[in-house]
């Protein structure tokens, strides 16, 4: 006799038959962690000695059955991760035997029905109903499951306050509400307070809910049992509680994105559990010595305040710290010797403050750190040597301070440096070429500032552009760099070797001997023979000229085994120059309507603009009959292929770190030339991908460039449909927010692996609105092979998704004013890589 019956991950696929129901006996059904499709039949309901139900992570769709009210034995009910929707059925909470509930990650609508006539769960112990589509208010009568231990609400669309009846919980350890639309009913935040009556409870989150008011002073009275409060961006107002130092239990806090000010209670230093600390972006004006006493720290941000002072010699002697982010404040004097010596300190961000003197030698103490940016203050004097014992260094700025003398040799032993900024200081000498060396250096800005002598060549300096060293009258070396030429040392000890000679050899010569001797010299000179590369130097631009032949003989001819792509213009070919240089070479088909006038377009934005993340221009070839563009060669193909071939993956960090990297590309774009520039054609094939998987924006054939005082342009043209923002398409209307927009596109499509144009996208159903559709269920629409239940800290990476998801729906908003600026969505994409980064090393929560 048939009495369990369990299919875990087994792979099934299908419906589940109704004939299900003629299993009498069962006291167990699991079919979790398979493919099934269809619908749960009603006759699940006819299972009576049924105590364990369990569906979860499947793609079930359709509603749950009314008759699963019948399962009067049923203990443990697990739905979560399918494609329900629908109502919950009020039924089930009839169910007085049921200890766990799992609903979550579904698309259930409507109330939850916990109501007076039908709360007889007295044993339940846990209730997830997190990221569905629930709206109205949290029911009061829920307090009467008096055993309840987990209840996790986020993700929803309730709206309300936050019921009282909540305090007579007093088992409830996890109560999770982020990211609804909860309220309070008055200025004061009352329901801190008959939360302290929950006497075990344990994570309290509230992140992203228009809260609108002010801590009490009760809420100091929680017990010691208390681990995590978070509530950013909850529109909290005022002070801190001075009786905050009572929670000594407390693991990490976050009050990040509200509006508190004042001062932090001194007795804040009691906390000695306290692992992370958020209270960035606020208005809080204080010191920073009161921090000293939180032994247990691994990550304190303080950012985006109004800290004043200097920083103490103490946080230096916080062990466990890890990261530390104290930018855009107002801290002023020299920064201690003693921060700079924590040997396990990973970030350490101090930029835009008033931060003056030297940088101490201790700073090649800090041999666990990977970023650190101390630009926008006022340090003077030499860079320290000691600079260059920190191997594990990827990023580093010291942009926008008085820094004087050389650029240290010692540069060259960071081997993981992949960003150098230096730029806007005093700084004198040559470039080290031992800096050649960093294999990994994708930028090195060094622009504005006094130096000199030959900028190196090789190593990742070929791949450079000339923005990166502008300003700096003393620097010469390629002309691409737009610097003169060197004038070669070797070429002038020679020649006044020569002359020294002829001074020597024909002293007793006639005056008129020596004239003509010179004259012939002269024309030597003059005739000395060209390079036979074919390569002439385009005054204007600073570009490369290459004949048809060159590119005629690099690509064999064209022929289509180096066909690496085609377009609505033209076809991109790889090519080998004579000199073994291999690159991409785009040749325009003239016979296309358009291409001329795209030719022209990509030379006139693409010789004014220079970023590291934009595709870099070698030269053109240009006649009455032909027109190329030569490009640095990217190695790993677009964006699209990577997506798309099953040959090719992309795991989390690349994909985040690609995003960004567009985003860099754009926001340069948009604001860091003298006028906008929007690309109005942004897609996965216009994102090419260099050897380090770095991406670089391409094909400005239909770019715009704005005039002084232009913001919004109209145009004829239309680009890909699927990525087009509504204004774009319906009105030909462009600003820089069409970007953003396409953009959002694209981030949705990255992490879903799904494109715009899907065949299964048709009428009123997008992309956009699938994903909106979806949310906060991120696992229905993330890509299947990036994310899966059985991995380590899938919760985390989920948590990611859903940040970056309900990031890319801000820029796909219909209202072009409503968008986020391309700024902000590069700060909110660095900030959602941050906070990942720290989660999958110091995960705090369980």
Not at 5 to 20: M, S
Not at 320 to 326: E, G, P
Not at 641 to 662: G, T
Request: hydrophobic share 40%; charged share 20%; with cysteine.
């Amino acid at each position: 006799m048939l009495t369990i019956l369990y299919f875990y991950d087994n792979k099934l696929t299908g419906a589940i038959p109704t004939e299900i129901g003629n299993l009498a006996m069962l006291t167990a059904l699991e079919f979790r962690d398979n493919k099934l499709t269809g619908v749960i039949p009603a006759e699940i309901g006819n299972l009576a000695m049924l105590m364990d139900l369990d569906f979860s992570n499947n793609k079930l769709t359709g509603g749950i059955p009314e008759k699963i009210g019948n399962l009067h034995r049923l203990e443990e009910l697990y739905l979560y991760n399918n494609a329900l929707s629908g109502s919950i059925p009020a039924a089930i909470f009839n169910i007085s035997s049921l200890q766990h509930i799992g609903l979550d990650q579904n698309k259930f609508s409507g109330t939850i029905p916990f109501t007076v006539s039908n709360n007889k769960l007295s044993n339940l112990e846990s209730l997830f109903l997190d990221q569905n589509y629930l709206s109205g208010g949290i029911p009061s009568t829920i307090s009467n499951a008096t055993k309840l231990v987990f209840l996790v609400l986020y993700n929803n669309e309730l709206t309300g306050s936050i019921p009282t009846s909540l305090a007579s919980l007093r088992n409830l350890k996890y109560l999770y509400l982020d990211y609804n639309r909860l309220s309070s009913e008055s200025s004061e935040l009352s329901f801190f307070t008959f939360l302290t009556s929950c006497r075990s409870l344990t994570y309290l989150v509230l992140d992203n809910n228009p809260l609108n008011g002010f801590l009490p002073a009760s809420f100091s009275n929680y017990s010691t049992s208390l681990e995590v409060i978070t509530a950013k961006s909850c529109r909290i107002k005022g002070n801190i509680p001075d009786g905050i130092s009572n929670l000594s239990g407390l693991v990490e806090l976050e009050f990040s994105g509200n509006e508190l000010i004042g001062s932090v209670p001194r007795t804040i230093h009691s906390l000695a559990n306290l692992q992370v600390l958020y209270l960035d972006s606020n208005q809080i004006r204080d010191v920073l010595d009161i921090f000293c006493g939180l032994q247990s720290l691994g990550l304190l941000d303080l950012s985006q305040n109004q800290f004043f002072g200097s920083i103490p010699e103490c946080l230096g002697n916080m062990t466990n710290l890890r990261q530390i982010f104290l930018d855009s404040n107002r801290l002023t004097s020299m920064i201690p010797a003693n921060l700079l010596s924590m040997k396990d300190l990973q970030i350490l961000n101090l930029s835009s403050n008033f931060l003056s003197g030297s940088l101490p030698l201790e700073i090649g103490n800090l041999k666990a750190a990977y970023s650190l940016d101390i630009s926008f203050n006022q340090l003077s004097d030499k860079i320290p040597t000691t600079i260059g014992e920190l191997q594990a260094l990827q990023s580093l700025s010291l942009a926008k301070n008085n820094l004087q003398g050389s650029i240290p040799e010692s540069f060259s032993y960071i081997v993981s440096l992949e960003f150098l900024d230096l730029s806007h200081n005093n700084l004198s000498g040559v470039i080290p070429k031992s800096m050649e060396a960093l294999k990994s250096l994708k930028e090195c800005n060094v622009s504005f500032n006094r130096l000199s002598g030959e900028i190196p060549r090789d190593g990742p300096f070929r791949n450079f552009t000339g923005q990166l060293f502008m300003n700096n009258e003393g620097l010469c070396g390629d002309p691409r760099l737009s610097v003169p030429l060197c004038q070669s040392n070797s070429i002038r000890r020679s020649s006044k070797r020569k002359v020294l000679l002829l001074v020597i050899s024909l002293s007793g010569m006639a005056a008129i001997l020596i004239i003509a001797i010179g004259a012939l010299l002269n024309l030597r000179w003059l005739k000395k023979p060209k390079s036979s590369s074919g390569i002439e130097l385009m005054s204007a631009a600073k570009y490369e000229r290459f004949s048809y032949y060159d590119l005629l003989h690099s690509t064999d001819n064209y022929n289509e085994s180096n066909l690496l792509g085609e377009g609505s213009y033209g076809s991109v070919y790889k090519g080998i120059l004579s000199d073994g240089t291999i690159v991409a070479i785009k040749v325009f088909n003239l016979l296309v309507e358009g291409s001329l006038k795209s030719f022209d377009k990509e030379c006139e934005v693409l010789k004014s603009l220079r970023h590291r993340n934009l595709i870099k221009v070698l030269g053109s070839c240009c006649n009455l009959n032909f027109k190329a563009l030569v490009l640095k060669y990217m190695p790993n193909g677009n964006l699209e292929k990577w997506l798309y071939s099953h040959n090719h993956f992309l795991d989390m960090f690349q994909r985040i770190n690609i995003m960004i990297d567009v985003a860099c590309a754009l926001e340069y774009l948009h604001y860091g030339y003298d006028a906008p520039v929007v690309h109005c054609d942004l897609k996965p094939s216009n994102i090419l991908l260099d050897e380090d998987m770095a991406a670089h924006v391409s094909d400005f054939g239909i770019a715009k460039m704005f005039g002084q005082g232009e913001s919004i342009l109209h145009t004829n043209t239309l680009a890909t449909l699927g990525y087009i923002a509504p204004e774009y398409g319906s009105e030909g209307i462009v600003s820089t927010r069409i970007d953003v927009y396409s953009f959002g596109i694209v981030l949705m499509e990255i992490f879903s692996r799904i494109r715009p144009g899907d065949e299964t996208f048709s009428g009123d159903l997008s992309l956009k609105s699938w994903v909106e559709d979806s949310l906060p269920d991120a696992l229905q629409v993330v890509d299947a092979n990036l994310i899966r239940p059985e991995d380590e800290h899938f919760t985390d990476k989920l948590k990611c998704v859903t940040l970056i998801m309900k990031l890319a729906l801000n820029c796909c908003t219909e209202c072009p004013r409503e968008r986020i600026s391309m700024k902000d969505v590069l700060a909110e994409l660095i900030k959602i890589k941050h906070q990942f980064q720290f989660l999958m090393t110091h995960t705090v929560r369980s």
